[in-house]
């Protein structure tokens, strides 16, 4: 569950005060636990007058008719089984869809299932543009109307917080402290950087159109992962998230990748066989004339330019393709970073403009995937971090990436100090503070999870820290460190608010078996929706010293 992701901290204990998260707690050790909107079952500690629940657990592979009553965090549907108030999940069901489901996997005290048929559609229904949303994992949420979506997110925080954080529901009613979600006014297109892998075969779901049509041996895949398989390759040809110029790129691409005369081949994942294995493409804007820049980063197997060449001369015809990288990853690993990098046409970084400030991205550093709604984040930040503004105070700025966040305060304050453990991200983060005339900024590479006594010594006492960890949450090590510099503010950026919700209860109501006591007021929270149609929910919470 959400509380084994911080090491060395378990706040176990306090989750299982909760009665109806018993039942999600006790089985589920990983983050990828799912957490219901609503309680699941009533229970004797929070209604006595309530009579015991059946003892009931469907068997797996048995059919249920089921309706979908709340988006439970990370997408998936909340049911219960009627009569009994058992709870299964069901990935892709939505509010108010009545479908059949399949048992698939027993966890702990709740049931998967898997959506054989829908009955009658869900509440707010809307065409999915998209031809493959059903069978795609990214965006599970397409077919719900937008603002269905804000409501969905918005509740799966306000739940997050009170019951993993702790904090009181009266809390969460004043508008002060929980506001309304910030929606995104751009709900496609708005990705800047997809990537994508190479498959030796297409995965075709069995309920898909042409799911029973025979496979051939020149079914190569470029697409996205099948949802839950690293080997399963779903071929597309375009992807409404990413940028029409990225479209260009991948349809130009998908026309001539396969051709055998050009002798190249996906790489295998079982055999460890093959050239080709993922292709990154990345969308900027260039400063002065605003058009569209983008790189395109294909990752191979091994360094073999003269075999990308036929590549990357269709795809440099493309005005808009100002980067073709090649990252060479030799290694069994399905990641996309490589040991060695390789510039094939064109330059090595691409840039983009943020809070008029202009930012240089390379292939592998760590830039907000939505550039439209990171302003929208970012002028957020600034707002909640109430700067005094007369260049007095020091900005602590954990988990920089590319010094964005820290860069955009810097000119209202004394000096900002950014700390990330990429180191290309960090040279990323003191070349764009140079090439934006920004000298009060320093920032180092260091691990935030191995912090030792003696951080804090290299810079001034902070008067505001900003803290935009990715999803596993900080450290204990680091929210111990927190506890003892009792800075006056905090601002918490968030991708995950169930370990966000973990570690505002650690920093407001601190873990008595564990020696440590909160000093900390939430003084607001903010969700904002960076990722129209995907479950993913940013968060920005204000911390005031007590
Ligand atoms: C969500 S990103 C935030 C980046 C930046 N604040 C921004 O808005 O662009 C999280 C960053 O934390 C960095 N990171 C992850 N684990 C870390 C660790 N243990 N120590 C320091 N930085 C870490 C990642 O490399 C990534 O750049």
Sequence with gaps: MVVAA??????ASRLTAHPWMRAFCCSASSSSSPFPSH?????????PALPAPVPFFPKRGSTLELVCESLAFKGKGVCKVSDTGFVVMCDSA?????FLGRVSRRKGNYAEVTKLKTITPHLDFVEAPCEYTSYCGGCKTQNLLYEAQLKAKEQQVRDLIIHVGNFSS???????TFKTIVPCDIQFHYRNKMEFSFGVQRWVPRDAPNGNRD???NDYALGLHAPGFFDKVLHINKCLLQSEAANKVLAIIQDCWWDQNLGLSPYNVHTHHGFLKHLMLRTGRDKKTGFAEVMVNFVTSSYKPEMLEPLVEKISIISEVVSVMNNVNSSVGNTSVGEQEYTLYGKSTISEV???LTFHISANSFFQTNTYQAEVLYK???DFADLKGDQSEIVLDLFCG???IGLTLARRVRHVYGYEVVEEAISDARRNAIINGIHNATFVRGDLNKIDDNFGKDFPRPDIVISDPNRPGMHSKLIKYLLKLRASRIIYISCNPATCSRDLDYLCHGLPERNLTGCYRLKSVQPVDMFPHTPHIECICALELC
Excluded: F, V
């Design 170 to 176: 009266r809390d969460c009613e004043k508008e002060c």
């Design 402 to 404: 590319t010094g964005t």
């Design 39 to 47: 309680p699941p079952q009533a229970s004797s500690e929070t209604s």
């Design 354 to 356: 943020l809070r008029g």
């Design 94 to 98: 939505l509010p108010g869809e009545r």
């Design 380 to 382: 957020l930040i600034e």
């Design 6 to 11: 911080i090491p060395g901290c378990s706040g």
């Design 215 to 217: 496979l051939t041996e």
